[in-house]
């Protein structure tokens, strides 16, 4: 009988690292790591290959998805504007389902029999892994060890590499659990557990503490086409140029920082800090320009829809038909959001100052103080009357409310 073949979501940290000869020592199974390049950098992907195979996998793929990440996932949310619970700006989220796309396709190239993650029980991933591999790959089983060991806690894992001689970056001192891609990087464990503790100064990895960022601010012009963003001071980059170059100069200026105490999807409140320079400064161009382009129903309606689609992506139900036929509706609403918003970074903010568009449905005619022609002030004594008849019915009969 043939060996189960199990591809297993890699990074190369700690979790994924001692999965590897867990997996070997309780399964008659060989182990084949997969990675999808989102942006978390060098220091994560360089020499993981053979990270991988000296902890036992037999292969270990990775692809580069950065640009697919950003046009077919992240520009998306961009598009509905979408935030978690207000100040989320769902940067693992949005990488989930795509990893496990490429997880389940590498799986059944190789015609593997399981698919495996190092997420554990208490957290999100787990749901949106899965949810992916239920939608993508139905047939495979599904392994998670966090729900079958008995390692309980990241010392626990330590002990674990430790005892069969695993390198991994994670210490006993500094023993955050991070999550790095283009769009952020995520900072969680550690003294960060408790709400009550200010992040320690050396959390942040990305971003410059604001208090010592640039004196003068920095003027940047963001140019969209159809909702998402295509140039940056006048110059038409790739997806994943343009967003590095926004993190670089966010990241300067302090741009982005973000503490939150948040509902995970298990039902716990987890603190988690974000930096998200380029991310926040997309968001503040794109709400601006939404603004001057949108009409005033179609924009409304999108703001009511937000959070359902926030929450469609944060809880891992990519592709879930409600999330797919909303994002239908996001992209028809923002076929006209085209246009250049010029934004001030200065200390920590990401600021817009002004918006142009040849979409724009301002008229500087109907909404001046001064003279206007196209504005007959008589045409409101009507509408005002109109306007208020159900609440001055009301209060006729009922009497006014206290």
Not at 153 to 180: C, P, W
Request: proline share 4%.
């Amino acid at each position: 009988m043939s060996k189960k073949k199990i591809v297993l979501a890699y990074s190369g940290g700690l979790d994924t690292s001692i999965i590897v000869p867990w997996l070997l020592e309780n399964y008659d199974c060989e182990v084949h790591a997969y990675c999808g390049d989102i942006g978390q950098g060098d220091d994560e992907l360089r020499g993981l290959a053979d990270k991988a195979h000296r902890s036992g996998a037999v292969s270990c793929r990775v692809d580069d998805l950065k640009r697919t990440w950003l046009q077919d996932y992240v520009w998306p949310c961009v598009r509905a504007l979408a935030v978690y619970e207000g100040r989320y700006l769902l940067g693992t989220s949005m990488a989930r389902p795509l990893l496990a796309k490429g997880q389940v396709e590498y799986a059944k190239a190789i015609g593997a029999d399981a698919v495996a993650h190092g997420c554990t029980g208490k957290g999100n991933d787990q749901v949106r892994f899965e949810l992916a591999y239920q939608a993508l790959g139905p047939e495979l089983e599904v392994i998670a060890p966090w729900r079958q060991w008995n390692i309980r806690s990241r010392e626990d894992a330590l002990d674990y590499a430790d005892k069969r001689g695993i390198q991994v970056t994670a210490s006993r001192t500094k023993i955050y659990s991070r999550d790095r891609n283009l769009w952020h990087i995520s900072h969680e464990g550690g003294a960060l557990e408790s709400p009550g503790n200010a992040p320690p100064d050396d959390v942040w990895t990305l971003t410059v503490d604001p208090r010592l960022a640039p004196d003068e601010p920095l003027l940047l012009t963001l140019g969209f086409v159809a909702g998402v963003p295509t140039t940056l001071n006048g110059e038409a980059l790739p997806a994943e140029v343009l967003l590095a170059r926004l993190n670089d100069l966010g990241s300067q200026h302090g741009v982005g920082r973000v503490d939150i105490c948040e509902n995970r999807l298990v039902g716990m409140k987890s603190r988690g800090v974000y930096e998200t320079p380029g991310g926040t400064i997309v968001l503040e161009a794109a709400r601006t320009l939404r603004a001057l382009t949108m009409e005033r129903d179609t924009l409304r309606l999108c703001e009511k829809l937000m959070p359902d689609y926030s929450d469609l992506v944060y809880t891992g139900r990519w592709f879930h038909p409600t999330r797919v036929a909303l994002d239908a509706l996001f992209t028809q609403a923002t076929r006209h959001v085209t246009g250049d918003v010029r934004v001030r970074l200065y200390k920590g903010t990401a600021t817009a100052l002004s918006a142009t568009s040849q979409n724009s449905l301002f008229s500087e005619d109907l909404a001046t103080f001064g003279h206007s022609a196209k504005f007959d002030h008589q045409d409101s004594y009507g509408f005002v009357k109109l306007y208020g008849l159900p609440g001055a019915v009301a209060a006729k009969v009922h009497g006014a409310p206290s």
